[in-house]
């Protein structure tokens, strides 16, 4: 079937053979190209081009003014706002909104501009009427006092004094009639116009100067809802016979008066003059036969890869990718798709844009600008830095230093960093880590993506990202100029306000993906389709919001006076998408629509209307599926880690411990206990947790901090008496030394130079409190204990040899025990415990039963006590292991002794020979070669695992 | 308008399984057929989820699609008679309404309700000018987390609400809760949430707001309850000295340590809890008011003394303290719990109006804000402004799920169904009290239950019941009709309240479905270290096989349960039972549950998240691990699992990677997020696990979503993912069948249906659970409570002795109706059968449990104890048949055979305005401007040398240029354009042409930068930036052939290269160097 374009050649040419001289005008720039092709397909010999042009350029051909991109347009408007609203001396002040504040409503009310202009409405009269209204039923005179408090206290952005506000409201709409006027005025005298100024003046002023710009013989082409300023030059050229119009139309919906694809047509057939420009029978090419097949499927992702399925199996019956297009209404699938088409395809060609806000420059840009927001004299967040160091643009530059800034941030726990010493890394970091003082944010970055422009391995596509973020921030800088902030809350503000700015710009900034345009398989937005046919045709997102596009448009014209004056409303832009789908099909032989089965949280987005439209009454045979794919992920298998030589080797490593530590420690114990898997990856293998910079508090660092203080406490104590005999006189003022102990710690943790205050605010401050009220408590036992003498603090060197038959023939244990102290002949072997530590526990059995709930922390001070008898001598001494924890902490008097059964234990030792029986035979367990690294039973032990994700559990 | 008389508003009672879809697409249908036309419009439905508002949509299209098409059913019938047409007429009448709704779609007003409000809203906001478009959240626990974070962060020292953060930190360490307030907060915090906290909030913020609030009522609490304590503390205290003093002890007296005189004074004499006083015995109300009744016989020396002392001391202290319990106590008691939850009411306070401030600052507005919000604006109004724009046009209403409607949502709605009934239009609403279990979200029941009919009137109101069930079958309808009568009296007896009956007058139903069915119930005790808890779960699996053992497919059979962690025990126990020896060969065990619906429940998942944990971050063993191991998983099952967890050298551990990923693991890091997971997913050959694509799928779909909102790079991804795996949006949601048993809560059931239902422990308490009980807010109307507004206090027994007891009451009726309820939503989702485990009355489980209701309810009715078996102890009701029909294959579906994903950006053709602004740019460009590449922009778009500076103007405005740069460039181009050469080509008399197409016959066309036309003469003119080249000469000299083809005969051509400023001048396929650039100088010379 031939092509609308290719008609529309073959018929130029017939009537028009001298082609130079001729202009042909198209709605959009796709066809212009196509048609070329057309053209010179039928040509015998070169010759020029006819001029072809869109509509845009054809009329601001025809007048002297320049449209300048948008951010101009409403920084512009943004001026003349002010001036209108600061200068009528009607009364009243004006609070002037910045930029980014206003940069909504500006764009909102340029829109609003622009269709008044296109549409070429009594501006006067519209903002007369619309003022009216407002003042009739926008006053405030309905809400009650009552509910103006509760609207002032939900979103309070207006003042306080409701009247002044209203008054300001409805100023605001009274003074738009002047905003646009001057605005306007503002515009001619610099040579700029927005669009529909522009097609307003040309077709105003048509009339009057029609010979100056005599274009020639013209056609128009491919058009459906015209505005009123175009349908005014269409006209005017055709009823001066120097145009002829050619529509792109079908009778399936232009003689149903049902179907609002038509509705323009039909009243453009009604039209005075463009009616002679229906010529001939209306061709009827969409009831044709057809293959048409819709597949439904959840979210997006699975329509692309469905969809490439789909293709791939068309091309493998021998579809022509030329012949191919794909139609994306929701641009969110352009990647997916991207990724979808495979092998059959090389050649690509896509129209239309990508949004720079999802562009991986953008977001460097975002955290350049919160870079310098949490920047403080020269100190740079690590959050941020970190951030910056894994960007892949920064990465790019020098992945090594990157990696290497990274490691020594988290191992110094560097909570703020120095902008110098970053400086110092690969030249684009001196750009990126500058720190800024007050001003010149646009020139730092600019400096910063000019330098990342230049880098030398970075893709096309990014320089090409790169280049339109550059592009971004000139014309920022152009516009806005840079006003130097006046101090550095202003400074702040303004940088926040930037980057609202940046954001909304971001996102209607669209990076056009444009190439060489005829080849290939065809990907596009549903507005580049027009004019143009494929034999096959895939539509992507038919759902509600998506095609037709959600019509609620933010406008300052309320519904109603829309339609008095014949503004575009929601109809209207559904009937333009009516049309832009049904067109697209009406020539196709193969059609393949897909939609998103899922709507959203408020149950929008359901299946387009137009495809349940040509499902109930198309008559054609559509096939419907939906994908639905096999749910089976992988069985879960279980993970057994046998005892080979190297493991047994690597096992055998533990008894020489680390630089730190020597043998095996209590907590791996316990570990293997509740999970030899998770024993083996822990200690074994080695996989521990990644480092991260500590600024939450969380238990452990909690844990520190409590024993960092207590052991402090006592060798103070100690060091002042020179003895290590505690008495109750040396607890005098205990609470400032607490308090001061307390902010030693604090300091020690986050390396807070020598000179430097430590500041305590939000969770720090919380941190604090608690850990006064834990240590005071424990202070005030202490108390009431002494006299008694410390005989150990923060212990770590005790080792403990254990005998087992297996290889290596012996195990070492050792640990660190946080306090040994006697009174008398008691000597009590203490840990404190910041978590849950339960003194109860059932037997010695129950300690090695890894299968249910087990005491861990009482495991562990009977391992100490051990350790201790091993290495003193203990005859006549009664050995009590206990914890100090919040179970008993905040008992009136606190035992600290463990409870057996319920019998609380005053001398371990009748306990330790069972209980080292049973450990031998842990360990006899844990070295055996024939016994292999398990998954725990019990899935509490899971809760807290790092290896939850590896294990499924 | 007509009388009130006329029953306009239905109320229609659907029990479970009645059919109410179909009721209410047929009034839709009848009202809107009946007028014609566009009336449609007028009638909006009102669903309460997303599902039931498609459904009813697309019943709706499909009903009106086979009428239109002259098909016809019952439906139809009924229709046809109700609106007294023939079957033309009928016909035709749906064919035009079909038309109308798809081409006016917009006017198909059916929604859910939130969606109705925010679309109110939306309106009102927009029309009104009040504020720009606020932005709608969702996630409403999110905000709160970020409210919270920031009021951790800002807290300062010596604040009041500082030490109530401190205050709540130390009270959860002693209590053994964890004691990151962060994350205990958030939880906590969500209280503000609930609608009775929205409902007492604006005036809790009033009274809160005042200065020194918290300080004053905590004094004024203080004060009562130390007053009491030590008006009965003096005179007991009194008592035990004069006991010390004359060496007595209870021995002394009549009843001796029974006598309970010890724990009477010392009670009231140190007792500092309130809670834990006990009552006061008869004893001391009776007999020790009379001194005859003090001394013992055992001391009959010490009688005298005795009965003395008694008389002039022990006796009136003992008035005085019993005088002063039942006056004050109540009041002390009510004191003490509410300090106990004043730091509570504190931080709940401030948090609510943290969050305002949040939501101001942002201008933001949470979904569930929407029907207070709206409640707001329309006061007492009865024709409200706010639906001006919106609702003004509706006349009829139809209301899905009454019963979840909650007070803020109904008053709403009330205005504008007043309206359409009083104007005669009726409307109609759908509910059944007994399916209320979503209280927690605001459903209020006693809306269905008596407000609604004292709202609408009971004059114009029509209310009927839908009497059969169509879902269950005659078994299943007979069991829970006599089940439900029973439990209803149960209720009643238990919280002394007639509620429960009324709820549940209505649970009778016909059957409307076939007849057969199963139900069985089984009553499990503990024997040893087994409890009934683990018998139930090990009777599962045997169920499983009982049930496929005839034929019933597993994706027929449901397994409810209460709680998120039963669901997943029980989909871990039937994993192990599958790879036991147990497991018969022809069963299969599979599950779909919440947990393995998480889209980290497949391998490749997580693979793709381990190499992208890995890429940020090398040095992470774990990612190394989880990597390493599910490649081995994936790709080398058989390899041995120490070396495939030997991660921790970085060398060997790629070694075992793909090659492809370490040698391009350096360009990945450079990807944007979703390109860097499809490379990944090709790169370790993802896309071929069927049975995972589904999760694959989902997880990119996130990806996407992240991207394209948030931002794009991979650690923000990887943060957020973090907190948000767990969370329900990202689990993959089943699109249809699944062969295996579902396991869901009984929450989530709700509306659903399903062939078996298997509920393994029907256990759950009839009150709250100690330790989650919520918090109730209350008021009293005695001093110092009533100054204080509405206080919190834990729910629990304690309350029902405190100034608080009425309201506690309420509360634990409507706890007892909210697990019936439950109770009854989950009986009623069976089709064919139905099997309950429960723990029996000789367990702990049994008690206070709904297991215990059950119990008596069979005992309790003729018709259940008859079939009760009480040797076995089981109930069984009809059998299990052989399932009739095979399993059918879902038509018209289709799967992902593959996952493609392929290399794109070789294959795509894009414009590189970038790639030629950068080229031959060192890093260092400070200063540098890019002279070539401007020329050339400058160069190819102006006519003449006045078009310069006008052109430069725009390079500015398009971003390109600098205005610094302009003068540079213009003095640049300016120098560049009087050389005689180049100035030939910019003066006037020609017939200028830039960047002019010529068409070429066959397909091709030819692009010239500059084109000077006069008569036969012709001057080619190319623009170059890069570096001189042979192909840019052979190009011109193209150009100057098809000019000569063209019919020009004097054809001239030039090469400017722009950076170098060199021009070459190409005449008759000869070349000629017409200038070199000057090292010294940006002027040309010849
Ligand atoms: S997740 Fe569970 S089974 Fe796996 S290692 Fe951790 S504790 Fe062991």
Redesign the interface.
């Known amino acids: 079937m031939k092509s609308f374009l290719q008609n529309l050649a073959e018929e130029t040419l017939k009537k028009h053979p001298s082609l130079d001289g001729l202009t042909i005008v198209f709605p959009n720039r796709r066809a212009v190209l196509y048609f070329r092709k057309h053209l010179s397909s039928l040509l015998t010999q070169p010759a020029f081009a006819p001029r072809i042009n869109t509509i845009e350029e054809f009329v601001s051909g025809l007048s002297a003014l320049h449209v300048p991109d948008r951010l101009e347009l409403i920084h512009r408007l943004y001026t003349s706002y002010n001036a209108v609203m600061n200068t009528r001396q009607d009364g009243e002040e004006t609070m002037s909104e910045s930029f980014d504040q206003f940069y909504f409503w500006g764009d909102m009310l340029l829109r609003d501009f622009d269709e008044i202009d296109k549409y070429m409405v009594d501006a006067r009269m519209l903002f007369r009427d619309l003022s009216n209204q407002k003042e009739l039923d926008a006053g405030f005179d309905f809400l009650t006092d009552e509910q103006k408090e509760f609207l002032l206290s939900f979103w309070g952005n207006f003042n306080v004094d409701l009247n002044a506000n209203k008054r300001k409201f409805l100023r605001v709409w009274r003074l738009l009639a002047d905003v646009y006027d001057t605005y306007r005025e503002q515009l001619g005298q610099n040579g700029l116009a927005y669009e529909g100024m522009l097609y307003r003046e040309v077709a105003e002023g048509l009339r009057d100067k029609p010979a100056s710009t005599d274009p020639g013989q013209i056609i128009f082409a491919g058009y459906n809802a015209l505005t009123g300023a175009e349908e005014k030059i269409i006209t005017h050229f055709v009823s001066a016979e120097k145009a002829e119009v050619h529509w792109d139309l079908d009778a399936y919906y232009v003689n149903n008066t049902a179907q609002e694809a038509g509705r323009f047509f039909r009243s453009y057939q009604r039209h005075e003059i463009l009616k002679k420009t229906f010529v001939g029978d209306t061709p009827s090419n969409f009831s044709g036969k057809k293959n048409v097949q819709l597949f439904g499927s959840a979210q997006h992702v699975g329509q692309a890869k469905l969809m490439s399925q789909v293709l791939e199996e068309q091309l493998g019956k021998g579809f022509d990718p030329e012949d191919t297009l794909i139609v994306l209404p929701d641009e969110k699938l352009l990647l997916p798709v991207l990724h979808g088409v495979s092998g059959h395809v090389d050649k690509l060609n896509v129209t239309m844009g990508f949004p720079l806000a999802s562009t991986p420059i953008f977001n460097l840009v975002e955290f350049l600008v919160e870079l310098q927001l949490h920047q403080r004299t020269g100190l740079f967040n690590h959050r941020q830095v970190l951030a910056l160091l894994s960007h892949p643009y920064v990465v790019s530059a020098d992945p090594s230093h990157a990696n290497r800034y990274r490691k020594e941030i988290l191992e110094k726990n560097q909570v703020s960093i120095h902008a110098e010493i970053l400086q110092a890394g690969p030249p684009l970091y001196s750009a990126v880590f500058r720190a800024l003082e007050g001003e010149g944010l646009l020139e730092y970055l600019r400096e910063v993506i000019h330098a990342i422009g230049s880098l030398q391995y970075l893709t096309d596509l990014d320089k090409e990202y790169t280049f339109h973020a550059l592009t971004l921030v000139n014309r920022l800088e152009e516009v806005m100029g840079s006003t130097p902030a006046k101090d550095a809350k202003n400074w702040r503000e303004s940088l926040k306000s930037f980057s609202r700015l940046f954001r909304q710009l971001g996102r209607s900034q669209k990076i056009p993906f444009t190439g060489e345009p005829l080849k290939g398989l065809q990907i596009m937005g549903v507005l580049e389709t027009r004019n143009l046919d494929y034999k096959n045709v895939f539509v992507l997102s038919l759902n509600e919001g998506a095609l037709p596009a959600s019509g609620n448009k933010a406008s300052y014209v309320p519904y109603n006076i829309r339609k008095a004056y014949s503004l575009p409303t929601a109809e209207h832009q559904d009937a333009m998408y009516a049309y832009l789908f049904y067109r697209v099909l009406q020539r196709a032989e193969n059609v393949f629509l897909f939609y998103n089965t899922e709507t959203d949280i408020l149950g929008q987005g359901e299946m387009s209307r137009f495809v349940q439209q040509i499902l109930l009454e198309s008559g054609w045979k559509i096939q419907r599926k939906v994908l639905h794919s096999p749910v089976q992920p992988r069985p879960i298998t279980p993970i057994t880690i046998e005892k080979s030589e190297q493991v047994l080797q690597d096992l055998t490593k533990l008894n020489e411990g680390n630089k730190n530590f020597k043998g095996i420690s209590p907590s791996a114990l316990n570990t293997y206990i509740d999970c030899p898997l998770q024993f083996y990856l822990k200690h074994v293998a080695k996989i521990r947790e990644p480092k991260e910079v500590e600024e939450n508090l969380d238990a452990r660092l909690f844990g520190n901090l409590l024993h960092n203080v207590m052991e402090k406490f006592y060798r103070r104590i100690q060091e002042k008496k020179k003895s290590p005999i505690i008495q109750s006189t040396d607890f005098e003022h205990y609470k400032e030394t607490v308090s001061q102990l307390i902010d030693e710690a604090f300091i020690l943790h986050y390396g807070i130079e020598a000179g430097r205050k430590l500041i305590y605010e939000g969770q720090r401050l919380v941190v604090r409190e608690v850990i006064r009220s834990f240590v005071e408590r424990i202070v005030e036992h202490d108390k009431a204990y002494t006299p008694f003498t410390i005989e150990g603090l923060e212990r770590g060197e005790l080792l403990y040899y254990a005998k087992i038959e297996n290889a290596p023939g012996q195990a070492v244990l050792s640990g660190k025990i946080d306090r040994l102290d006697r009174k008398g002949d008691v000597v009590r072997v203490l840990d404190y415990k910041t978590g849950r530590g339960d003194l109860d526990f059932a037997s010695l059995e129950s300690l090695f039963d890894g299968s249910g709930p087990r005491n861990r922390a009482v495991f562990q001070t009977l391992i100490y006590a051990l350790l201790y008898r091993a290495n003193h001598n203990t005859a006549g001494v009664r050995l009590a292991p206990g914890l100090i924890s919040r179970l008993n902490l905040f008992d009136e008097a606190l035992d600290h002794r463990l409870i057996l059964n319920k019998i609380p234990v005053d001398d371990a030792e009748p306990l330790l020979e069972e209980f080292e029986g049973r450990l031998k035979s842990l360990l006899e367990e844990m070295f055996d070669p024939n016994t292999p690294f398990k998954q725990t039973q019990n899935l509490e032990a899971c809760k807290f695992c790092l290896f939850q994700n590896i294990c499924y559990r | 308008m007509k009388p009130g008389i006329l029953k306009t508003f239905t109320l229609y009672r659907s029990s479970a399984g009645s059919g109410k879809t179909r009721t209410l697409a047929k009034e839709y249908l009848k009202w809107a057929l009946q007028h014609r036309a566009q009336y449609f419009r007028h009638i909006l439905a009102v669903t309460f989820t ?1 599902k039931a ?2 459904e009813m ?1 697309d019943r709706i ?1 499909a009903y009106l ?1 086979a009428f239109a098409r002259g098909e016809s059913d019952s439906l139809a019938e009924e229709l046809k008679k109700e609106l007294g047409m023939d079957n033309q007429a009928f016909q035709q009448n749906c064919a035009e309404l ?3 709704i ?2 006016q ?2 006017q198909f007003s059916i ?2 309700i ?2 109705f409000f ?1 679309r109110v809203i ?1 309106s009102f906001t ?9 932005r709608l959240e ?1 996630e409403q626990d999110a905000v709160l987390e970020e409210v919270i974070n920031n009021l ?6 010596k604040q009041e609400l ?1 030490q109530w ?2 205050e709540f ?2 009270e959860n ?2 209590n ?1 809760k ?5 994350s205990i907060l958030v939880d906590f915090a969500s209280e503000i949430f609930r609608d009775e906290f929205k409902a007492i909030e ?1 005036e809790l913020m009033e009274h809160t707001k005042q200065p020194d609030f918290f300080r004053h009522l905590r004094d004024e609490l203080w004060k009562v309850k130390n007053a009491f304590l030590k008006g009965v503390s003096v005179p007991a205290t009194d008592v035990l000295k004069i006991w010390e003093t004359n060496q007595w002890d209870p021995g002394h007296f009549k009843w001796g340590s029974t006598s309970g005189l010890t724990k009477y004074f010392e009670q009231f004499a140190n007792g500092k809890m309130l809670k834990s006083f006990e009552l006061i015995k008869d004893r001391m109300r009776g007999d020790f008011l009379h001194a005859k009744n003090w001394p013992s016989k055992n001391y009959p020396q010490k009688t005298a003394t005795i009965l003395q002392v008694a008389e002039t001391e022990f006796i009136p202290r003992i008035k005085a303290i019993n005088d002063l319990y039942d006056r004050e106590y109540a009041r002390a008691l009510t004191a003490e719990i509410a300090l106990q939850n004043l730091y509570v009411f504190g931080l709940l306070a401030d948090i609510a109006r943290k969050l ?1 401030d949040y ?2 600052e942002n ?1 933001l507005m949470l ?1 569930a ?1 929407a029907p207070k ?1 709206l409640n ?2 329309i ?1 007492d109004s009865d024709t409200p ?1 706010v639906y ?2 919106v609702g003004s046009f509706y006349r009829h209403y139809l209301i899905d799920e009454f019963q979840d409607t909650s007070g803020f949502q109904w008053n709403n709605f009330l205005p504008l169904l007043t309206n359409g009934l009083d104007e005669g239009y009726p409307s109609m609403v759908v509910g059944d009290v007994k399916q209320a279990i979503y209280r927690w979200r605001g459903g209020d029941l006693s809306l269905l239950e008596k407000t609604i009919e004292h709202d609408i009137g009971a004059g114009r109101m029509d209310i009927r019941k839908l009497e059969s069930n169509f879902r269950s079958a005659e078994k299943i309808v007979v069991f829970n009709n006599a089940m439900f009568t029973a439990l209803a009296a149960i209720a009643s007896e238990e919280t002394e309240s007639a509620i429960a009956p009324s709820v549940y007058r209505d649970v009778m139903q016909a059957t409307g479905a076939e007849a057969g069915g199963f139900v069985h119930v089984s009553f499990l005790e503990e024997e040893g270290e087994e409890t009934w808890k683990s018998s139930a779960q090990k009777k599962i699996p045997k169920h499983l096989e009982m049930l496929q053992q005839r034929g019933i497919p597993l994706a027929d059979i449901a397994i409810l349960v209460r709680r998120n962690d039963e669901g997943q ?1 029980i989909a ?1 126990m039937l ?1 192990e039972y599958r ?1 036991s020896e147990q497991a018969l060969p022809d069963c299969r065990y599979d599950v ?1 549950s919440n947990e ?2 998480r889209i ?5 998942v ?1 693979l793709l ?1 381990g190499a992208m944990r890995y890429l ?11 990597l390493s ?1 599910e490649y081995a ?2 790709h080398e099952p058989t390899r ?3 070396d495939v ?4 050298n970085q060398v060997f551990f790629e070694s075992q990677l793909p090659e492809k990923f370490t040698r391009e693991k ?1 360009s990945l ?4 997020l ?2 860097l997971t ?1 490379t990944i997913i090709d790169i370790f050959d993802l896309g071929r ?7 694959l ?2 997880f ?2 996130l990806v ?1 979503e992240f ?2 909102r948030e ?6 991804y990887l943060e957020w993912w973090e907190l948000n795996k767990s969370k329900e949006k990202t689990s ?7 062969n ?1 048993v579902k396991i869901l809560t009984i929450h989530k059931a709700k509306g659903l249906e399903f062939k078996y239902v298997i509920i393994p422990f029907c256990s759950w308490n009839i009150d709250h659970e100690k330790f989650l009980a919520p918090n109730l807010w209350v008021t009293s109307n005695e001093q110092p409570f009533s100054s204080a507004g509405y206080l919190p206090v834990k729910y629990g027994k304690v309350l029902g002795r405190t100034y608080f007891a009425v309201p506690f009451q309420e509360e634990r009726i409507r706890v007892h109706l909210d697990n019936l309820n439950l109770l009854y939503v989950a009986l009623t989702r069976a089709e064919r059968g139905l099997i309950i485990m429960a723990p029996h009355p000789d367990t702990r489980s049994n008690v206070k449990s709904v297991a215990g209701w059950l119990y008596k309810a069979i005992q309790s009715s003729d018709t259940l104890s008859e079939t009760w078996n009480s040797a076995t102890q089981e109930f069984s009701l009809g059998e299990i048949l052989h399932a009739k029909e095979k399993a059918s294959q ?1 038509a ?11 290399r ?2 070789d ?9 030629i ?2 080229q031959g ?6 200063g540098r401007i890019n002279y070539g590449i401007h020329l050339h922009a400058v160069l190819s778009r102006i006519k003449t040398r006045d078009d310069v500076a006008p052109t430069l103007v ?1 390079l ?8 610094t740069e302009r003068p540079v460039l213009e003095v640049e181009l300016n120098e560049l354009l009087s050389n005689p050469v180049v100035a030939r080509w910019f003066e006037l008399g020609w017939d200028v ?1 830039n960047e ?10 030819s692009r010239i930068d500059r084109l000077l036309l006069k008569e036969n003469h012709a001057i080619v003119i190319d623009f170059k930036t890069g570096e001189k080249s042979k192909t840019d000469q052979k190009q011109v000299m193209e150009y100057m052939d ?1 000019l000569k ?2 019919g020009f005969t004097e054809v001239e051509g030039y090469l400017l290269y722009t950076r170098d400023k060199e021009v070459l001048s190409l005449h008759d396929g000869k070349k000629r160097v017409v200038k070199k650039k000057n090292e010294s100088q940006l002027g040309l010379d010849f």
Do not use: C
């Open positions: 997303n508002t498609q949509k299209l699609g079909l038309t109308l798809l081409h779609y917009d929604s859910t939130d969606a925010q939306r927009r029309e009104s000018g009040l504020i720009g478009d606020y969702v951790i962060d800002e807290l300062v020292d500082t953060v401190v930190a130390k360490l002693e053994d964890a004691w990151d307030v962060r604006d305002q939501k101001r201008n979904l804000d919000f707001k604006i006061g402004f001006e724009k025990k871990a994993l790879n779909v393995s619906l980290d429940g497949a391998s490749t997580n998240l940020l971050n090398p040095d992470d063993a774990t990612a190394r691990a989880q191991y998983r994936l041995n699992e120490a967890f030997a991660v921790a350096i890091k450079k990807l944007p979703f390109e499809e696990q069927k049975g995972e694509l589904v999760y799928q989902a990119q779909d996407l991207y394209s931002r794009n790079d991979l650690a923000s993959i949601k089943l699109s249809g069948e699944v295996a879902r018209g579906t289709v799967e992902l055979l593959a996952y493609e994903t392929s794109w950006r294959k795509l053709v894009i414009r590189q305005a970038g790639n602004f950068f740019m060192s890093s260092d460009t400070r725009r500015v405005q398009e971003g390109l240029v600098v205005e042409r002019v197409p010529i068409l070429l016959p066959g397909n091709t066309a098809i083809q063209m």
